[in-house]
């Protein structure tokens, strides 16, 4: 009981001292209505709404620059862009596109307003130096003119000095942003700074989080990257808040001569990263051309401003990306420009074909395979004479043997390795190709993203919340086409050597976990492919392939003279010689 009123005491003592110091703060301390400075920034988004929305706001000075009396809003709009100014920070406001929804979850579908800029999620500024003080755009309140496709903001200092940001709207999701001045005193170079919370569009939110980057160009273009934090010291063209399929770009005519970018993920069902940027201006000067490009990453877009735009779509490195550009993109827009199919089927029908000219390599792997089903006997047979022998022995006595039947042990893998190419292009083809975007086919409302049969409570790590039935196609048919293929391998012929077989069927439940979120127009292209290749082997071992003749072929092989060794038996056949020297070396040490 004591303690407890010690502590009620002790209590009141803190309250009352507390009391005091409020007290002695609010009467000496605080500064009096009339001593604040005359330049004000409001402290939060609601005083500055309310300031900037009051009908009798008094023309204010910032600087050396005279603040309009009250906010303006300007809409510039075409069939493509719906484009809302502010005249507080001459800005942009919202910016809509007008031919693209965003995904509803509730509704399952795109039915939602497609915006990539809102007053919530965007933050414009140019800072300067005129006449030794500092000033921010943000805190002016512009004077407004506008025509049919232009917007003109206007400030002047008191001195006559003059600052007019001009926005244009142009063609193809592109907007002119000039800045220009007339008797200002810049001393420094400008610095642009543009924030933006890049807003969730998309179904599969793991998809659209990863494909959501800072792209840039360097200076003339010379080349196109993506950070996800750099400071570049070198002269940048442009900038894109890149995402899936929808960019800002901001570029200059005038390349930035220097650039900071910092990207950071948010934990928010509406935002997916935040974007910051701040860049200086190519010289002191404030004036500077710019454009603004806010729209599809659609190559064919994109390409029409010739500014490397297309860059940011991520279709692959060098021989992937040639492929998608070159080949399947063009495939997949003749095929959907006939207007005779849905999405879902031109896949079906560009499967076909890319099997159909892929069909004589994989002709050529299942017949090397057939041919190591053949030798597989004698191969058994080496292996058994040779299990207690030096493994050097039995290696040379295997090439002895594919020697005479005039067989490369390698033309399996040949094959496969040309395939590659096209399976890792396709990987990056259907998650970035807007043409996709919004296409359902069967069950799938999305095949640029994930398909769900069912929701599951709860997430799995790497595989997610729902199961993929596409998916799980996809594995079932690779399993099918691995237990038939799986006949040309061979048993590991020494102690402790791994069973590619098992690993083979091992694959399927790996892909189940790691393309689970991936677009589903990719699985049903890969389902399809597997299909096809199914019954293409089963084709080729019915009325292609005959085993009897080929092992008749390689015993007539052993009858002929010897033709002289290859280069990669004799590249072995040297390894092997100075590993046999080497071992030798040991055992006489």
């Known amino acids: 009981m004591e303690e407890n009123k010690k502590f009620d005491v002790n209590s009141i003592i803190g309250f009352a001292l507390i009391g005091l110091i409020m007290f002695v703060y609010f009467n000496w301390f605080m500064p009096k209505p009339e001593d604040k400075p005359v330049e004000k920034q409001a402290t939060t988004q609601t005083e500055q709404v309310v300031e900037n929305k009051s009908a009798n706001t008094i023309p204010a000075m910032t600087g050396n620059f005279a603040s309009a009396a009250s906010e303006k ?333 005039g067989v490369n042990p390698m033309a399996g893998c040949i094959p496969a390795l040309l395939q590659m190419p096209i399976f890792l292009a396709l990987f990056n083809l259907f998650p970035n190709l807007i043409n996709l975007r919004g296409k359902s086919f069967l069950w799938a409302d999305d095949l640029s993203a994930y398909d769900s049969i069912v929701e599951l409570p709860f997430n799995i790590p790497l595989y997610g919340a729902h199961v993929s039935l596409f998916t799980l196609m996809y594995a079932v048919s690779m399993f099918i086409y691995t237990r038939l293929s799986s006949s040309n391998m061979q048993q590991p012929s020494q102690p402790g050597m791994p069973d590619m077989r098992y690993i083979m069927y091992f694959m399927p439940v790996m892909l189940v976990v790691w393309i689970n979120s991936y677009a589903s127009g990719l699985s049903w292209y890969y389902f399809v492919s597997n299909t096809i290749s199914i019954i293409l082997v089963l084709v080729i071992k019915k009325f292609f392939i005959d085993e009897d003749k080929i092992h008749a072929q390689l015993q007539e092989n052993k009858k002929k003279p010897q033709k002289k060794k290859g280069r990669f038996a004799q590249m072995l056949e040297e390894a092997q010689r100075q590993q046999a020297q080497q071992a030798a070396a040991r055992k006489k040490k």
């Not at 903001?153 to 800045?179: H, R």
């Not at 990257?225 to 200059?252: C, H, M, P, R």
């Not at 659609?298 to 998608?324: A, S, T």
């Open 73 to 405: 809003e300007v809409v510039l709009q075409d069939d493509l862009l719906n484009l809302t100014f502010s005249s507080k920070g001459a800005k942009i406001k919202t910016a809509e596109i007008k031919q693209y929804q965003s995904y509803e979850k509730k509704e399952e579908d795109h039915h939602g307003k497609l915006l990539l800029i809102t007053e919530e999620n965007a933050n414009f500024n140019i800072k300067f130096t005129e006449n030794g003080q500092v000033v921010n755009t943000r805190d002016l309140i512009f004077n407004t003119t506008q025509t049919d496709k232009q917007v003109v903001f206007s400030t002047q200092t008191n001195s006559g000095g003059k600052l007019k940001i001009v926005y244009t709207l142009k063609e193809n999701y592109l907007v002119d942003f000039d800045v220009q001045t007339e008797g200002l005193t810049i001393t420094e170079k400008p610095i642009i700074q543009f924030d933006l919370k890049a807003l969730a569009h998309e179904k599969g939110r793991s998809e659209e989080l990863r494909r959501t980057e800072f792209y840039y160009a360097l200076d003339n273009l010379g080349d196109v990257d993506y950070t996800q934090s750099d400071t570049n010291e070198e002269k940048v063209d442009w900038i894109a808040y890149k995402g899936q399929f929808f960019s800002v770009i901001l570029d200059s005519e005038k390349a930035f001569n220097s650039s900071k970018m910092v990207l950071t993920n948010i934990d928010d069902s509406l935002y997916l990263k935040q974007f910051e940027m701040e860049s200086t201006f190519a010289d002191d000067s404030l004036n500077a051309n710019m454009q603004w490009y806010i729209g599809p990453n659609d190559m064919d877009i994109m390409k029409l401003h010739d500014r490397d735009y297309q860059e940011v779509i991520p279709f692959g490195w060098f021989i992937f990306g040639i492929l998608n550009k070159w080949f399947f993109i063009p495939m997949y827009k003749f095929l959907a420009g006939l207007g005779w199919f849905g999405a879902g089927i031109v896949i079906m029908i560009m499967t076909i074909i890319v099997k159909l000219v892929t069909a004589p390599i994989m002709y050529k792997q299942y017949k090397q395979g057939a041919i190591m089903r053949v030798l597989r006997p004698e191969l058994d047979e080496i292996n058994e004479k040779h299990k207690d022998s030096d493994a050097m022995k039995k290696q040379q006595a295997t090439m002895e043997l594919y020697r005479k039947a």
